[in-house]
């Protein structure tokens, strides 16, 4: 069948579910509903809505055509639920409108990790808003499609439906969408079968001039009584009376329901044709879409172009699918009938005939259609053999549903296939969450490797990894891979790179950095090898992430850049799956304090990651934008930057991102002094502090410390001995691990702790070694993210190493530049102690200290003049007030300043 290329590579879609259906030479005008669309087009959505046979899709298409603006038209069909599916089709059919929509997202849909339908939806939003002109996209039977994933991916697009888009939907039913709402805002047309049903005179009309009846107006009258305007009953009828000796009886035969009369009238219909055309009808059935080879294949004659066009000549329900004729569909309706009508006169025939399209569509290597008509006729055999030539291609271009599908189709006796099929039902259930139900799969394929297939044993092998840590046993899982790339073959790229890369992944679960990193590092040149280029920028942006938790910051930048060069050199700069590699580079140059570099690699993370899809990417992405934010003082927007990672954590995404999620919660929750918001996020986690030490905890445990110092100044140190016992710990866990990064990040929390407990010796020895740590690999953020309470420390030690030159220990140029990285405020210290701040010259009034409060929460001040019920002047003023008694100029300094005047 035909096929159109999508990223470069052969792809299961379908040129003609993309045309605009052809109509008839002959048709009736239809003025009023044409102008019903027409008027349609200023609003969002058009619904055109009513039951089978209303003539739907003609009037659509009819009027498609003769718009002057471009359209994306795409028939859907049952197939269409695979969500990667759909979105490809849907990314397909705007490309004919507009070539570059979708561009961006269109290669990750051939991936294994393909991207949530959310993540797409979003991709093509951000492409229409920046079109030139409008683009009308008609999703035609829509009503085929009832997966939730497509249903919530069209409600999305309507949600956020930029103004270059108007979307009309034609089907049966009414789609999952918030139509009341949509109605009440103007923003829906609605089209329904009483608008469709045929008014008398253009009933008239197509008897007369479509069908050729020579019918008198009593006549007339009395088949539309019967038929009520319904479209298909009345070219059936029309059909059947083309032959009548008496058309009156005929039409007073007619009563009962449509489904009644629908039936009456194709077996009249049937009965007046030709038994070559009867035969001919019935023989094709079966398939989907008809062309002329195909249908000589099927029914074993030939001449099936001609019959084809004799059949559209004579109005039996055919429906071309390109401009040229050569592929064709029933009407809906009458092939249901058709089948009906097979099933009871021949109900061992379908199966043959569905048997020889699936060897006329294997043999034109278009493999799902052959394995798809293999089901249908239960030919489980074929199917089965298909099935293990083909189904790992169609989940490594990331249809696992389509897989799944299948899969479900097999009856329990066959579902147990030939090994590589079992691997590809395997990973499409992993890929699909559905980790109970692999195990027998996964044996059998392990039971074909045992009989001699090496590259099958690795390959599963590489699988029971990916399950063992999945499940919590991540050093079986390493086991397990490590076998697994002993086994592959050397002469397999595909199976060496990708068990080289669980293997790297399965380290990383089990917290073993060190092999991980030397895993990935050896399966970054397979994968790229083997043309796996979204495995190995995986390797990257975990590399990244590990050397980041180990404090190795130059590492991590060279091997970005090095990566970003390479990317650049092949012209492949704007790859989507480089989303991670600038995720990690900008988190390390906000570790540098290097905040518009930082923006600049976060900004093209979060483009392309909208446009890939890659939703952990994105998640990354805004948790580092929301760091970002607080460093300038924008409180608001980094609450909106988290909000988006937290809402594309609640749908579903790598577990390894959730920690970092939280962290940030937390981090701004204490920015903005809400202790109780900051606790029920780690609440939620179901990580407690107390909890023993792991890797997988140590994140959460760092923002546990956190939260207890901040609460151990709130309730006079109350917490202190909880907060000195937790850092404790994790420093032990993190020190034995080699994960300075955080071994950093905690000796400074520590040394708070210290500070407060009045051991200014032990928080200043904390201090130091913090400095000593990050000098060579240059941290400043993590020091300025402390605030004012470090910044005293930080300054006693600056004295101290002046007083005392030593050879080990960070130097006075190093503690001079991170100090210079903090707000400019004034704070009073005397040589080696730390100072308490003077009084304030005057005192905040009780409305000062409210704005203050609500600045603190990340109001702004449009939100602060509205909570307080004053102007926004008002609140101008008041914050001028705090600024001058406070002795700063932005609104951060003044929060910290107030945090150490215990204000806050």
């Given amino acids: 069948m035909t096929a159109i290329a999508a990223s470069g590579r052969a792809s299961p879609l379908l040129a003609t579910k993309l045309f605009i259906p052809s109509t008839r030479q002959t048709t009736v005008p239809r003025p009023r509903l044409a102008a019903r669309l027409d008027a349609s087009l200023s609003h969002p959505l058009t619904l055109v809505a009513a039951p089978a046979g209303f003539g739907k899709t003609t009037l659509v298409s009819t009027w498609a055509r003769r718009q002057s603006k471009p359209v994306a038209w795409l028939s859907l ?68 499609v009832d997966a939730a994933p497509i249903h919530e991916a069209i409600a999305m697009l309507v949600t956020h439906q930029p103004p270059q888009l108007h979307l009309m939907l034609v089907t049966r039913e009414d789609p999952q969408l918030p139509l009341a709402r949509l109605r009440a805002r103007g923003e829906l047309v609605e089209l329904r079968g009483l608008d469709l049903r045929f008014t008398p005179a253009e ?89 002329g080879d195909l249908c000589d294949a ?25 401009d040229e004729h050569r592929w064709y569909r029933y009407h809906h309706l009458f092939a249901d009938l058709l089948r009906h009508q097979l099933q009871r006169t021949r109900p061992d025939h379908a199966a043959v005939l569905q048997q020889r399209a699936s060897a006329w569509c ?143 992944t399965a380290c990383n679960y089990a917290g073993r950095d060190a092999e991980a990193i030397a895993t990935y590092r050896a399966a970054l040149p397979l994968c790229k090898a083997a043309g796996n280029q979204v495995a190995a920028m995986l390797i990257v942006g975990n590399l990244v992430m590990l050397y980041i938790a180990r404090g190795q910051l130059r590492a991590a930048a060279d091997l970005c850049q090095a990566t970003l060069d390479e990317a650049a050199q092949a012209g492949e700069q704007d790859a989507p799956a480089l989303a991670v590699v600038y995720g990690g580079y900008g988190d390390l140059l906000y570790a540098w304090n290097e905040l518009d570099a930082a923006q600049e690699r976060v900004t093209r993370v979060l483009e392309l990651s909208r446009r890939s899809g890659h939703v952990a990417a994105l998640a990354y992405g805004s948790v580092v934008q929301s760091r970002l934010l607080i460093a300038r003082g924008d409180l608001a927007g980094a609450g909106q930057a988290l909000e988006v990672a937290n809402e594309l954590r609640q749908r579903g995404m790598p577990a390894w991102i959730a920690p970092y999620i939280v962290s940030q919660q937390v981090a701004l929750a204490l920015v903005r002094n809400d202790l109780a918001a900051a606790e029920q996020a780690l609440v939620a986690t179901g990580v407690a502090a107390t909890d023993p030490p792991h890797h997988t905890r140590e994140v959460v445990h760092i923002a546990h410390l956190r939260l207890l110092l901040h609460q151990a100044r709130a309730q006079d140190n109350a917490q202190l001995d909880a907060a000195d016992e937790l850092a404790q710990r994790i420093l032990a866990a993190a020190t034995c691990a080699d994960r300075m990064g955080r071994v950093l990040e905690v000796l400074l929390l520590r040394a708070q702790v210290s500070h407060a407990q009045g051991d200014i010796t032990a928080a200043c020895a904390d201090v ?76 905040l009034t009780e409305r000062e200290l409210e704005v203050l409060r609500l600045m603190a929460q990340g109001l702004t001040y449009d939100e602060v003049a509205q909570r307080l019920i004053v102007s926004l002047n008002t609140v101008r003023y008041h914050v001028k007030g705090i600024y001058g008694k406070l002795g700063v100029d932005k609104r951060m300094a003044a929060i910290e300043q107030a945090r150490v005047h215990g204000l806050l």
């Fill in 77 to 144: 069909d049952e197939g269409d639920n695979d969500p990667v599916r759909f979105l490809g089709y849907l990314i397909a059919a705007l490309q004919t409108a507009q070539p570059a929509l979708g561009k961006g997202v269109l290669p990750a849909l051939g991936a294994t990790n393909a991207p949530p339908p959310p993540a797409v939806i979003a991709a093509l939003i951000n492409d229409l808003s920046q079109i030139d002109g409008e683009v009308l996209l008609v999703l035609d039977d829509f009503h085929l």
């Fill in 203 to 291: 009933a008239a009309q197509f008897l007369h001039e479509v069908m050729g009846l020579a019918l008198d107006a009593d006549a007339v009258a009395a088949l539309d009584a019967r038929i009520e305007g319904w479209a298909a009953g009345l070219q059936l009828a029309a059909l059947s009376l083309q032959n009548s000796p008496n058309p009156a009886q005929t039409i007073a035969q007619l009563s009962g329901s449509h489904h009644f009369i629908l039936n009456y009238l194709a077996e009249e219909v049937l009965r007046q044709l030709s038994p070559e055309r009867q035969a001919f009808l019935l023989d094709t059935a079966v398939l989907t879409r008809l062309n």
């Fill in 298 to 322: 099927v029914t074993g004659r030939t001449g099936s172009s001609a019959r084809l066009e004799d059949l559209l000549a004579a109005n039996i329900f055919l429906m071309p699918l390109d």
């Fill in 362 to 504: 294997e043999a034109q290597g278009a493999a799902v259609e052959a394995i798809d008509y293999a089901l249908a006729a239960a030919d489980y055999p074929r199917a089965v053999r298909l099935l293990e030539r083909h189904a790992r291609s169609v989940v490594l271009q990331g249809y696992a549903q389509t897989v799944e599908t299948w899969l479900r189709r097999l009856p329990r006796d066959w579902r147990l296939a030939g090994p590589h099929a079992n691997l590809a039902f395997c990973w499409s259930l992993l890929l699909r969450g559905q980790l109970g139900e692999i195990e027998p799969y996964l044996h059998d394929a392990e039971a074909a490797g045992n009989d001699g297939g090496a590259a099958i044993q690795a390959e599963a092998l590489a699988l029971r990894a990916g399950l063992a840590s999945l499940r919590g046993d991540p050093e079986r899982g390493c086991k397990l891979a490590r076998a697994a790339v002993a086994l592959a073959p050397a002469d397999d790229r595909y199976v060496q790179s990708m068990t080289a890369f669980c293997l790297g």
């Fill in 768 to 843: 130091v070694q913090a400095l000593t740590l990050g000098e060579s690999e240059g941290y400043v953020r993590i020091f300025v993210n402390e605030g004012e309470p470090l910044r005293g420390l930080l300054g006693a030690v600056r004295r101290k190493l002046t007083q005392q030159s030593a050879e080990l220990g960070p130097s006075p140029a190093y503690v001079d530049r991170v100090l210079a990285a903090f707000p400019q405020v004034e704070i009073a210290a005397s040589s080696g102690a730390i100072a308490p701040l003077p009084p304030l010259v005057e005192p």
